[in-house]
């Protein structure tokens, strides 16, 4: 079996538990506000990134060295990841997904300013392309658009920062930086306002919320593997197959079907993801372009970014 191979099948058994992941998220989001579902799914999640951080060899402190940033991209995952949590409780799967696919679209178009690239007629055109799927998605005027909408295409917008922040300080940012930031910032941020939300639960739903933190810890290690064994032109487009997850786990589990619109908006947001990926790939320049050195899961504070974790990986980590 090919390099190429064994990446994307890992990545493809990864994103179908990180569908999984988000069924429980929106099992659990009838019942309980985004706040507790983040702030328990992060809390018991932190164990498991610890354990792969006491391995960190490289010698330095927590104090980041672009304090600006990394507020930035703590702030911008935190954002992201109580509207994904929220939008997943209220939208149906498959339109919350093709919502959020968004996010790449939206990486190409921040690295202009913030990474000063320079952005081709082929690629602005995939982009608006895929923006006009997002329309066809949320058709406003045809639909009544609802705050779950407005929180994913937040979730993607804040997602693509996120990511675009990473690629701009990666270098220099201790790893285990970015990696603990957003997520004690959630704990404490989340952790504030649960006395506010708190609802009693019962040792299911508790278990729930541990499974949820389980599926993201082993999927994101199943994506450090696809990432070293794969090409990230390879890996990265394999993020669209939780489309398929969203049709089969909306329908048995919701009895979600998705309408006409949705899956048209969808295979046009994907479309258009696929070609700015595969352009990439061609050019022979994955590592050096934000949208396949940043494609990925959205980042909701339950697992780090998968880049940020790669990074950590090749400075000493094992």
């Known amino acids: 079996m090919s390099p190429n191979v064994r990446g994307a099948l890992s990545a493809l058994l990864a994103f179908a538990l990180y569908a999984s992941h988000d069924v429980?998220?929106?099992?659990?989001?009838?019942v309980y506000s985004p706040v507790q579902i983040l702030f328990f799914s992060v809390l018991l999640g932190f164990p498991f990134v610890t354990l792969m951080l006491i391995r960190d060899g490289q010698p330095g402190t927590l104090r980041p060295r672009h304090p600006w940033w990394t507020a930035l991209r703590t702030l911008a995952a935190l954002i992201t990841g109580f509207c994904a949590f929220y939008a997943f409780s209220v939208l149906p799967l498959a339109q919350t997904y093709a919502i959020i696919f968004a996010a790449p679209l939206l990486v190409t178009i921040l690295s202009i300013p913030v990474l000063g690239e320079s952005v081709g007629l082929h690629r602005c055109?995939?982009?608006?392309?895929?923006?006009?799927?997002?329309?066809v998605v949320l058709r406003p005027g045809a639909t009544e658009l609802e705050l779950g909408h407005a929180a994913a295409m937040t979730a993607a917008f804040f997602s693509a920062l996120g990511s675009i922040v990473v690629r701009k300080i990666g270098r220099d940012e201790r790893s285990v930086v970015l990696l603990l930031f957003p997520m004690?910032?959630?704990?404490?941020?989340?952790?504030?306002?649960?006395?506010?939300?708190?609802?009693?639960m019962p040792l299911l739903h508790f278990g729930g919320l541990a499974a949820v933190a389980f599926l993201a810890f082993l999927a994101t290690s199943l994506m450090i593997a696809a990432y070293r064994a794969g090409e990230?032109?390879?890996?990265?487009?394999?993020?669209?197959?939780?489309?398929?997850?969203?049709?089969?786990?909306?329908?048995l589990f919701f009895d979600e079907v998705p309408d006409v619109l949705t899956v048209v908006g969808a295979c046009i947001i994907i479309s258009s993801g696929l070609y700015i990926v595969f352009r990439e790939g061609r050019r022979g320049a994955s590592e050096n372009r934000p949208v396949s050195a940043t494609h990925g899961r959205h980042e909701t504070g339950t697992y780090p970014r998968v880049s940020a974790l790669l990074r950590w990986r090749s400075r000493g980590g094992k």
């Open 184 to 200: 004690l910032a959630n704990i404490i941020v989340m952790g504030c306002l649960l006395p506010f939300v708190y609802k009693p």
């Open 24 to 30: 429980i998220v929106k099992l659990l989001g009838g």
């Open 125 to 135: 055109g995939a982009v608006l392309v895929g923006l006009i799927g997002v329309l």
């Open 232 to 251: 990230a032109a390879i890996v990265a487009p394999m993020q669209y197959s939780q489309i398929i997850w969203a049709g089969a786990f909306g329908l």
